[in-house]
């Protein structure tokens, strides 16, 4: 190992940079860059995350629907197309 990679401040010098470049903090730019990242990236893992959520439940419901569970309707009695010739109970 050199004491050229031990020594960041030398690294810093040999590259043509004060020490105190290096430690410098981020300019405006890049924390506006790295916020915009973090929220399109975490929005983008909620709704990753809520989209499997609402498929697993609606394949889990329909799994758990029985047919008979359905509503059948019954067959209306056929009606008569002169109302002269209906039944007269009906």
């Known amino acids: 190992m050199t004491l050229a990679l031990a020594c960041p401040r030398r690294v810093a010098l040999k590259h043509g940079k004060s020490a105190r470049q290096g430690h410098l903090a981020p300019t405006q730019h890049d924390l506006l860059a790295a916020s915009h990242h973090a929220f399109v990236s975490g929005t983008n893992e909620l709704l990753a995350i809520g ?8 394949l889990t419901a329909l799994a758990l629907v029985r047919p008979r569970d359905f509503h059948e309707a019954s067959n209306p009695a056929p009606r008569h197309p002169n109302p002269a010739l209906e039944p007269i109970g009906s």
Do not use: P
Not at 51 to 58: A, P
């Open 51 to 58: 989209s499997i959520l609402v498929l697993l439940g609606s």
